[in-house]
Antibody, heavy 120, light 107 residues
C-alpha cells in the first residue's frame, strides 16, 4: 500500500535551518511528483512547491524562492524539504503529498505531517 | 496569481442538515478545482476532483458543482464524521493555491 512517512517534530531557533524528510513506499517512486504543503496555526493550507523524483527538478512558490530546496534520494525513495533563515512565521505543520492526474491533478496520498516550531 | 475565496468561513449545522460551501476564483480555472476535508491533527483528504468527480471511497452525500469562477461543495445530509474544515484548491496554474477554508461546527 502507498505510504508517505515523515520525520519527527523539530524545534528551531530563529535564523536556523531545518530538514524534513518524506519516506515513500508502495509505488514507483519516480512516477509521481511530490508536493510540500504547510499549515500555520489559524491559517489555511499553503502549497510550497514540488519535486519531480525522476529528474530531480523542482519548482518553488515565489514566496519561498531562495529560502527552500527540495531534493530526493532515489535509492532511499525519500524526498527532502530544506528551509533556511527560519522565523516564527515558519511555525507550521509541514506535509508532503503525492500528486496524481485524473480529471484534475490532485493530492491522493499525504504524509502524516511534521510540526516545525521556531522559537527563541 | 489566482485569488481564492470561500464562503462562509465557518458554519454551524446539525446532523442531517444540508450544507453548502462556495469557492470563488479571481479568474476562470476551467473546472480544475478540488475539494479536501481536514480534521484536527490529520492530513487533508481528497473528496472531489475536477469540480464534480467524487473520489473513490468518498460517501455519495458529498457532491461538487460549478464552472468558470464559481464552485460549490454540498453535503446532502451532514453526518457526525463530517465536522471538519473544508478547502478548495485550484490546479489550473502550477501554484495549486488553496482557498482559506470553511470550518463546519456542531450547532
Amino acid at each position: 500500500q502507498v505510504q508517505l512517512v515523515q520525520s519527527g517534530a523539530e524545534l528551531k531557533k530563529p535564523g536556523a535551518s531545518v530538514r524534513v524528510s518524506c519516506k515513500t513506499s508502495g509505488y514507483t517512486f519516480t512516477g509521481y511528483k511530490i508536493y510540500w504543503v504547510r499549515r500555520a496555526p489559524g491559517q489555511g493550507l499553503e502549497c510550497m512547491g514540488w519535486i519531480n523524483p525522476n529528474s530531480g527538478g523542482a519548482s518553488y512558490a515565489q514566496s519561498f524562492q531562495g529560502r527552500i530546496t527540495m531534493a530526493r534520494d532515489t535509492a532511499k525513495t525519500t524526498v527532502y524539504l530544506d528551509m533556511r533563515d527560519l522565523t516564527s512565521d515558519d511555525t507550521a505543520v509541514y506535509f508532503c503529498a503525492r500528486a496524481l492526474y485524473a480529471a484534475s491533478e490532485y493530492f491522493d496520498y499525504w504524509g502524516q505531517g511534521t510540526q516545525v516550531t521556531v522559537s527563541s | 496569481d489566482i485569488q481564492m475565496t470561500q464562503s462562509p468561513s465557518s458554519l454551524s449545522a446539525s446532523v442531517g442538515d444540508r450544507v453548502t460551501i462556495t469557492c470563488r476564483t479571481s479568474q476562470s480555472i476551467s473546472s480544475y478545482l478540488n475539494w479536501y476535508q481536514q480534521k484536527p491533527g490529520k492530513a487533508p483528504e481528497i473528496l472531489i476532483l475536477g469540480a464534480t468527480t467524487l473520489q473513490s471511497g468518498v460517501p455519495s452525500r458529498f457532491s461538487g458543482s460549478g464552472s468558470g469562477t464559481d464552485y460549490t461543495l454540498t453535503i446532502s445530509s451532514l453526518q457526525p464524521d463530517d465536522y471538519a474544515t473544508y478547502f478548495c484548491q485550484e490546479t489550473y496554474t502550477t501554484l495549486f493555491t488553496f482557498g482559506p477554508g470553511t470550518k463546519v461546527e456542531v450547532k
